[in-house]
């Protein structure tokens, strides 16, 4: 059974910082990952996909790499700012056909003024 | 925002009553999701549909029932709540093909069970 790990659970930063967040899962079976950011009281955004034959995508700030023979993802954000604190979560997507996503329990990040 | 809408926002019910959570999306797609977020759980799948009549259960689907009438609309029905159904519900949507999977999600609704 597919189980998807987030840790840290919860990081502080100050503003300025880049920073990683790891997210690790245990069947290297996927067909992708997704990197969600959820702000308090709001629904999931997209942030970025990655496909399982891809090693890494960026957009704008953030770089998401996987490396699936190990079982993991990082989502690298440069330059942090105070817009940036939020819940960030990662789903991995089976191969069954059904698209199926696995959640980790998510990242909460505070980027400190 | 994948054109997704889901109703009611907020609802507070009492233990024993039927709920149907609407979740609505415009651009025809095919895959739909119902997920609940709790704390310490992340978001788990409740039932999916892969077209209109196509329905399957995801892992927490016991105590919920879906129905796809039409492509727009995908509903969740609680038969009969229980506290233990006090969650976060949310809709989701897969991307159209050649959108390598990306899903998508809609606002959520709070749900209470008192």
């Known amino acids: 059974k597919q189980e998807v790990t987030q840790i840290p659970a919860a990081l502080s930063v100050p503003e300025g910082e880049n920073l990683v967040l790891n997210c690790s899962f245990t069947d290297s079976a996927i067909y992708n990952l997704q990197w969600f950011r959820q702000d308090p009281g709001k629904g999931l955004t997209s942030l970025l996909l990655i496909q399982s034959s891809q090693r890494e995508q960026t957009s704008g700030r953030l770089n998401a790499s996987l490396d699936k023979s190990s079982g993991r993802s990082t989502l690298y954000i440069a330059a942090s700012q105070p817009g940036d604190s939020a819940t960030y979560l990662c789903?991995?997507?089976?191969?069954?056909?059904?698209?199926?996503?696995?959640f980790g329990t998510g990242t909460r990040l505070k980027v400190l003024a | 925002d994948a054109g997704i809408t889901q109703s009611p926002r907020h609802k507070v019910t009492e233990t024993g009553t039927p709920v149907t959570l609407r979740c609505h999306q415009t651009e025809n797609h095919r895959y739909m999701y119902w997920y609940r977020q709790d704390p310490g759980h992340g978001l788990r799948l409740i039932h999916y549909?892969?077209?209109?009549?196509?329905?399957d259960k995801g892992e927490v689907s016991d105590g919920y029932s879906v129905s796809r009438s039409k492509t727009e609309d995908f509903l969740l029905t609680l038969e009969s709540a229980t506290s233990s159904q006090t969650s976060v519900y949310f809709c989701?949507?897969?991307?159209?093909?050649?959108?390598?999977?990306?899903?998508?999600f809609g606002p959520g609704t709070r749900l209470t069970v008192l």
């Open positions: 549909s892969y077209g209109v009549k196509d329905t």
């Open positions: 989701a949507i897969r991307g159209q093909q050649g959108s390598h999977n990306e899903q998508f």
């Open positions: 789903a991995v997507s089976t191969t069954s056909g059904t698209y199926k996503y696995i």
